[in-house]
Every structure is written in C-alpha cells, then in structure tokens.
C-alpha cells in the first residue's frame, strides 16, 4: 500500500520537532528554529504528498487529499509547526495502524511459528531427516517423544498418548495405537510412533488452520469498505467547510486550520484495526472466523439452523435401554449380549461391549463365537448358547424364538439389535445418538443476544429428529432431508430478507453452510470440504462456541461503529471550531492527533477479551 518506509517519516517528523524548539533558545533561535521545521516538513511531506499524488493518478480520491492540502497550505503560509505536526499525525497515524495490525495478528504469528517443521523418514530401516514439507502421501515417518507430528497420519506401529490441546482445545491426551489417525501439530509425548502419512504437511490440518486465519486477517469486511466510502464524501464535505470558512473571515489560517483537523484518519484506521481485532480475539477462543465479512455477518444473525447428528448431538450411537419381554433384569441381559459380542468388529458391538464396562458388569469372553458381518454374532456363554443381531439373524439362529420376536418388533422404533439365548431369553437393545452436554447453556445465550428463532434440519427420520427438538425446545423441526432440501431451507429463510446462522459438521451440510449468511463448522469432522464451505469454523467440538462467536462479532462490529462514530464527531467539531478561529492550525493538528490516538486506541478492545463469555457453566 505504502512504497516509502513510513515507520521512519514519524521519527524525523519528531526529532526536528524537537530540535527546533531546542535551538530556540540559542542566539538567533528563531531564525534556526524555523529553517529546521522547514526542513524537515520538505523532507517528510514530500513523500506523503506524493504517495497521495499517485493515488489520485490511480483515480483514488481519499481523505489523504486533505492531508496534502494541508501539508501544502502549511509550506506556503509558513506554517512550518503546523505542517509537522500535520505530517506526524497522518504518518504516526499509519504507524500506529501497522502497530495495531500486527498485534492483532499475533494468533496466526504464533500458530506459524509453532507449525511443524521437520520429520523423520523411514526408508527399509533407515531414518533421514527431511523438511516437513518434503512430506508426501504414503512416506512412512518416525515420530519421537516430545516431537510435532509433521502432518496428517495413521499410526501404524508403537503406543503413546498425543496432546491434541493446541487443535481441539481437548486437555485430556489422546491414546494413539496402530489405526489411530492422528493431525499435524500434535505433541507426541512419551513413546515413539511410526506412522503412514495421508496427505502432505501443507495440506494437512495445522496448515489449513493457518490459512483460514491468514485469510481472514488479509480479508475486507464490508464495514470497512463502508469506512472508505465515507472518507471519500469526508474530503469534499471539508473543502465546503473551508470554502465557508473563507467567506465568512477571508483568514487563509483559519482555511489551514480547518484543513489539518479534518484528516478523518480514524475513519479509516478504526474499522480494519477493530475487525482484524475481533477475528484475532475469535482465534484466541478456538474460533477461526475466515473473514471480516463473516465477523460482522455474525453480529447480525437472526435466525439459527442446526443439524442433529454430530452437531446437537455426540454422533455416536450409546445404549439407550434394553427391554426383555419377560422381566429379566437388563443387566443380566447386557452382560450376556457383551460376552458374544465381543467377537464382533461391529460397531454396535463396541457400543454393547462399552456400556457394560461402563456399568461395571462382570462378563465372561463367549466360546465357539461366529460372527456374520453385518448381521450378527453367536457364541456360547457357559451353558448357553446366545445370538445377538438383527431380528432375521435371531430368527434364524433361535427359531424357537420367532413368535415372540414378532410380538416384540411391533412396539419397537429406532436403531435397536435383539438378543435371544437357548434357554429363553429374548430382548431387545435399543440405540440413541445422545444430546451434547450443556445444550441449555447455548440457547439461554441466544435469547439473551435476540436471535429469534432456532431450526432444527436433519437427514434423520422425523420421529427422532421430534424427540430431539423436543427435548431442546425447538419447534421448528424437519427430518428425512437431504442436502438440497437443506439448501432450499436455509435459501427461503434468506430469501425473506433474514440472516441466518447454519451450524453443521457433515460433508451433506456443506451446500447448507455455503447458502447461509454464516455458515459454522465442527472442524472435528467432515473433513476439509466443510471447512472450506464455511465461513467460521470450531476447533473445539463444541457447539456451545457459536453463542461466543456471535458475541465476539457484534463487540467487535460495536467497538467499530463507535470508533467511527467518535471520530467525525471529533473532527466535524474541531473542523467547525477552526472555521470559526478558535483554532489556530497547530492547536488544530495537535487536536487531530490526539483525536487518532484515542479512537485507533479504543479499536483495539476487539481484541481484548473483554466482557465475561456469553456461554458457561
């Protein structure tokens, strides 16, 4: 944007500032004190007048035009003074602007310095040293304790726990065993892995994890284009005031006066510092808001859409209940559903062989197990003989038994399995995905930052898309949807001129998360498709976050507008305080100095963190 080294421009401004008024007090002072001040506004405001000279050739018209004339007035009405301080300010103005910027910026600062950086390859035994992004798919890699796992991969020999904290926000380690996928960035820490890698170390998770925030910070939200439009009506509103300013005293240094209080640079810098400020606090909190379009999208949503599995609710199946149709205790029946389960791969089975453990159940290992994938296992537990699986499985393994089944299958609803044994047990194990936890805590906080309403979309079957909206107090529901009528959904709540929020974690979601005003992502799954689709994406899996989001964009888009807001008022008061000579143009440049000072200042509280969280416990 700036071809001249700006950073210095301040400092010379300042230092002949002070020079001069140091030779004051030398014989002929004045005389020497004001051949400095010359000098240094030709050295300083020849660069800014003609940076600005050449955005006007470029057909750009911004408020640095009144800088210019400002610069420019100073030099011919011996202003010196003023024309320094006039150059200080805009020039200590960026200064402070790239200061701000970069501090903003210091979320994605740190995940790139923290971003994996070598591995070790293994070749027939032998280990070499490679950069990171020498990784390709399919090399095997050795991972020490302690070391960065380089990129994303499976594990395929060794054991040890990874701290995925810096990814997932999870504080508790990950135990990873041969088949464990494993993400870049991850901390190894106390046995040595090697792994396979599935993709390269710059398309794996931690990188694009960066440049979803890098994306983000280079963004322009359209607030800020909003800022530049009024600083472009601001200079010719300030031309009319030094025109008025003319008329009514013919005083070409109240015209002076006018023209270096009206440099509106917080017009300009306050709307990018607060936003850039708001997405770096968002990064802080997990949350990587991919631009600044989406964190002021944020601060105006009216409506929110949810998908059930994986997002409302953990997106695992767990036991539900067990049902016996004559009165066996349903630990008995779990306990003996688990001991042949356990030659099963299914995943039901691990969920049958879990529950029991989490109950602490005692249960023996089956004999003679059979297992016929996807349909169901049978094996022996003592005397016993017990089959668990679909109905047809049962029906054709315990025959004896198919009446009875029948009469048990009327009632039954969902995703379920049934035990049957050859001493006549026979029950049902019924399955449910089960609600995330503290649920109530993110719609409690929806209320109270007035989104209106909260839909309920899924591709699930509508009687138990109803119990769980039921259970959430959601009346607006829909089941047995897929992914276009998701988009048509959330298109027809847009189309009726409402902002809607789509929070989803699936690949199915991704049109839905693209169609809305703001679509938000669990980055833990769906892969990369939906991540790219929306416009926020969790890095915790927990939607509870989106309740923060939402509160982080409308005080970031609140610091903002206030920001602005302080600014003209600031300058239209000195600007009419000058035309009526109650300036003089240094009080007036010293008056838009510490005007600028003070709003880019107060921009930078979207950073801060500000007021407590809007969701906890």
């Given at each position: 944007?700036?071809?001249f080294?700006?950073?210095?421009?301040?400092?010379?401004?300042?230092?002949?500032?002070?020079?001069?008024a140091?030779?004051?007090?030398?014989?002929?002072?004045?005389?020497?004190?004001?051949?400095?001040?010359?000098?240094?506004?030709?050295?300083?405001?020849?660069?800014?007048?003609?940076?600005?000279?050449?955005?006007?050739?470029?057909?750009?018209?911004?408020?640095?035009?009144?800088a210019?004339?400002?610069i420019?007035?100073?030099?011919g009405?011996q202003?010196?003074?003023?024309?320094?301080?006039?150059?200080?300010?805009?020039?200590?103005?960026?200064?402070?602007?790239?200061?701000?910027?970069?501090?903003a910026?210091?979320?994605?600062?740190a995940l790139?310095?923290?971003?994996?950086?070598?591995?070790?390859?293994?070749?027939?035994?032998?280990?070499?040293?490679?950069?990171?992004?020498?990784?390709?798919?399919?090399?095997?890699?050795?991972?020490?304790?302690?070391e960065?796992?380089?990129?994303?991969?499976?594990v395929?020999?060794?054991?040890?726990?990874?701290?995925?904290?810096?990814l997932?926000?999870e504080?508790?380690?990950?135990?990873?065993?041969?088949?464990?996928?494993?993400?870049?960035?991850?901390?190894?820490?106390?046995g040595?892995?090697?792994?396979h890698?599935?993709?390269?170390?710059?398309?794996?998770?931690?990188?694009r994890?960066?440049?979803?925030?890098?994306s983000?910070?280079?963004?322009?939200?359209?607030?800020q284009?909003?800022a530049d439009?009024?600083?472009?009506?601001?200079?010719?509103?300030?031309?009319?005031?030094?025109?008025?300013?003319?008329?009514?005293?013919?005083?070409?240094a109240?015209?002076?006066?006018?023209?270096?209080?009206?440099?509106?640079?917080?017009?300009?810098?306050?709307?990018?510092?607060?936003?850039?400020?708001?997405?770096?606090?968002?990064?802080?909190?997990?949350?990587?808001?991919?631009?600044g379009?989406?964190?002021?999208a944020?601060?105006?949503v009216?409506?929110?859409?949810?998908?059930?599995?994986?997002t409302?609710?953990i997106?695992?199946?767990?036991?539900?209940?067990?049902?016996?149709?004559?009165?066996?205790?349903?630990?008995?029946?779990?306990?003996?559903?688990?001991?042949?389960?356990?030659g099963?791969?299914?995943?039901?089975?691990?969920?049958?062989?879990?529950?029991?453990?989490?109950?602490?159940l005692?249960?023996?290992?089956?004999?003679?197990?059979?297992?016929?994938?996807?349909?169901?296992?049978?094996?022996?537990?003592?005397?016993?003989?017990v089959?668990?699986g679909?109905?047809?499985?049962?029906?054709?393994?315990?025959?004896?038994?198919s009446?009875?089944?029948?009469?048990?299958?009327?009632?039954?609803?969902?995703l379920?399995?049934?035990?049957g044994?050859?001493?006549?047990l026979l029950g049902?194990?019924?399955f449910?995905?089960?609600l995330?936890?503290d649920?109530?805590?993110?719609?409690?906080?929806?209320?109270?930052?007035?989104?209106?309403?909260?839909?309920l979309?899924?591709?699930?079957?509508?009687?138990?898309?109803?119990?769980?909206?039921?259970?959430?107090?959601?009346?607006?529901?829909?089941?047995?949807?897929?992914?276009?009528?998701?988009?048509?959904?959330?298109?027809?709540?847009e189309?009726g001129?409402?902002?809607v929020l789509?929070?989803g974690?699936g690949?199915n979601?991704?049109?839905?998360l693209?169609?809305?005003s703001?679509?938000?992502?669990?980055?833990?799954h769906?892969?990369?498709?939906?991540?790219?689709?929306?416009?926020?994406?969790?890095?915790?899996?927990?939607?509870?976050?989106?309740?923060?989001a939402?509160?982080?964009?409308?005080?970031?888009?609140?610091?903002?507008?206030?920001?602005?807001?302080?600014?003209?008022?600031?300058?239209?008061?000195?600007?009419?305080?000058?035309?009526?000579?109650?300036?003089?143009?240094v009080?007036?440049?010293?008056?838009?100095e510490?005007?600028?000072?003070?709003?880019?200042?107060?921009?930078?509280?979207?950073?801060?963190?500000?007021?407590?969280?809007?969701?906890?416990?």
């Open positions: 944007m700036r071809s080294p700006i950073p210095r421009l301040p400092l010379v401004a300042l230092l002949c500032l002070t020079v001069g140091l030779l004051s007090w030398l014989p002929d002072g004045e005389l020497w004190r004001t051949r400095v001040w010359y000098a240094g506004l030709i050295a300083t405001g020849i660069p800014v007048s003609w940076k600005t000279l050449r955005g006007m050739f470029d057909g750009e018209f911004a408020s640095d035009v009144v210019m004339l400002a420019v007035g100073a030099i009405l202003q010196p003074l003023a024309g320094l301080v006039v150059v200080l300010m805009q020039t200590g103005g960026e200064a402070l602007e790239t200061y701000a910027v970069a501090r910026s210091s979320a994605v600062e790139e310095a923290d971003a994996p950086r070598h591995a070790h390859r293994l070749v027939e035994s032998t280990v070499t040293d490679i950069d990171a992004t020498a990784i390709v798919p399919g090399d095997m890699l050795l991972v020490r304790p302690g960065l796992v380089p990129c994303d991969a499976t395929l020999s060794g054991t040890s726990h990874v701290d995925t904290s810096r997932t926000g504080p508790v380690p990950v135990k990873a065993v041969p088949g464990t996928i494993l993400l870049s960035g991850s901390v190894n820490q106390e040595a892995l090697t792994v890698a599935v993709r390269a170390s710059q398309d794996s998770q931690y990188a994890i960066v440049e979803l925030v890098r983000a910070q280079a963004s322009k939200s359209p607030l284009r909003a439009r009024i600083a472009v009506w601001f200079t010719p509103l300030t031309l009319l005031v030094c025109a008025v300013a003319w008329v009514i005293s013919h005083d070409v109240r015209v002076l006066a006018v023209l270096v209080v009206a440099t509106p640079c917080p017009l300009i810098l306050a709307a990018p510092v607060a936003i850039i400020g708001g997405i770096n606090r968002a990064a802080k909190r997990a949350i990587i808001v991919r631009n379009g989406a964190l002021e944020l601060a105006h009216e409506i929110a859409v949810f998908d059930k599995t994986g409302l609710t997106g695992k199946p767990r036991v539900h209940q067990i049902v016996s149709d004559d009165g066996v205790s349903s630990d008995e029946m779990l306990s003996l559903a688990a001991a042949v389960e356990q099963s791969g299914h995943l039901l089975a691990r969920v049958v062989v879990a529950e029991a453990d989490a109950r602490q005692r249960v023996t290992l089956g004999t003679e197990l059979r297992d016929t994938p996807g349909r169901g296992v049978i094996g022996r537990v003592g005397d016993v003989t089959s668990v679909s109905p047809d499985f049962v029906r054709e393994t315990m025959p004896q038994l009446a009875r089944l029948d009469q048990m299958e009327l009632d039954a609803d969902g379920r399995a049934y035990m044994s050859s001493s006549g049902r194990i019924e449910a995905d089960e995330r936890e649920l109530h805590l993110l719609f409690a906080a929806f209320e109270r930052l007035g989104i209106r309403e909260s839909h979309l899924s591709g699930d079957r509508t009687a138990n898309v109803a119990k769980i909206a039921a259970q959430l107090g959601i009346t607006r529901y829909a089941g047995d949807l897929s992914a276009e009528d998701k988009v048509r959904r959330v298109q027809a709540m189309a001129g409402t902002r789509m929070v974690d690949t979601d991704a049109p839905a693209s169609a809305a703001v679509g938000v992502a669990l980055a833990g769906g892969g990369g498709v939906v991540a790219e689709a929306a416009d926020v994406v969790l890095l915790i899996d927990d939607p509870t976050r989106v309740a923060e939402v509160q982080i964009g409308r005080r970031a888009l609140t610091i903002a507008r206030q920001s602005i807001g302080v600014g003209i008022g600031l300058s239209l008061i000195g600007m009419v305080l000058a035309a009526l000579g109650y300036l003089t143009p009080a007036g440049a010293l008056a838009q510490a005007i600028d000072i003070a709003v880019i200042l107060n921009a930078l509280r979207a950073s801060w963190a500000g007021a407590a969280p809007t969701v906890s416990v």
